[in-house]
């Protein structure tokens, strides 16, 4: 199902690392902003953590860490099962993925300006739809299960 990163987004991936770990969190501020559009969508998130900064400054230590990793995804194994646990707490389905993406890519964009090129923003997409197949995966095999479990827990 997951196909593999060629090893040109991996190398544009990686090659956006400073840029992240200097304007990281300008990115996933804006970012919200633009996902936030959406009351539903906003919904699904715990304002608390975004009014404290919370939520932006993990959500830009993870993209950081994905950028860094993503020639050994190994290393991101436990990052990405908090994060399946947690969009699965949260409620998060596959058919909210489309929503980051939309204002994910567009937020790199705004703070970077020009150094976002399209080649910058091709590469960052193909990363984020690889990892979000990945999530999705995971978080549907729990799903399933917590599905299957609850007809026989009310018996």
Do not use: C
């Not at 715990?46 to 959500?59: S, T, W």
């Not at 399209?118 to 399933?144: H, N, Q, T």
């Amino acid at each position: 199902m997951t196909h593999q990163l060629t090893p040109e987004t991996i190398a544009i991936v990686k090659a956006t690392g400073p840029a992240l770990q200097k304007h990281g969190l300008a990115i996933t501020t804006r970012m919200y902003e633009r996902l936030f559009v959406d009351e539903d969508i906003r919904a699904l998130f715990d304002q608390a953590a975004q009014e404290n900064g919370d939520q932006p400054k993990r959500l830009a230590a993870a993209i950081l860490g994905y950028a860094q990793n993503i020639d050994k995804l190994e290393a991101l194994g436990p990052a990405v099962e908090r994060m399946v646990q947690r969009h699965v707490e949260t409620g998060v389905k596959a058919e909210h993925y489309p929503y980051v993406a939309n204002a994910l890519l567009p937020a790199i964009r705004d703070v970077l300006g020009e150094a976002a090129t399209d080649e910058v923003l091709a590469a960052w997409g193909e990363a984020y739809w690889f990892l979000a197949e990945i999530l999705i995966g995971k978080e549907a095999e729990i799903y399933r299960v917590k599905a299957a479990a609850t007809p026989s827990e009310a018996a």
